[in-house]
């Protein structure tokens, strides 16, 4: 398997983290999430137990949909150009 340059594995860690970064503050703009959070009328609905259920999986999905979408876009070109 050849290996790729450091450029490719520098943009693949950004690119999970940005994605690490941004999935969060998507969540945390969706409406549903702010009525959780405390922003509905009186508080209602408040529900804080999504900071522990819904959150992690929002930050790994994040940061590992990028990536995985990286690395099969790098083996699809690695396929097409002739190189393993």
């Not at 950004?14 to 690490?20: E, F, H, I």
């Not at 949909?65 to 393993?84: E, I, K, M, S, V």
Request: with cysteine; hydrophobic share 45%; net charge positive.
């Amino acid at each position: 398997m050849k290996r790729h340059g450091d450029g490719v594995t520098c943009g693949g860690c950004a690119l999970s983290a940005v994605g690490a970064t941004a999935a969060p503050l998507l969540w945390l703009a969706m409406p549903r999430t702010r009525r959780h959070l405390g922003g509905g009328f009186e508080n209602e609905g408040m529900d804080l137990t999504v900071l522990l259920t819904e959150l992690p999986f929002v930050v790994l999905g994040g940061a590992f949909l990028p990536l995985l979408g990286f690395t099969l876009l790098a083996r699809l070109r690695d396929r097409w150009h002739g190189t393993r």
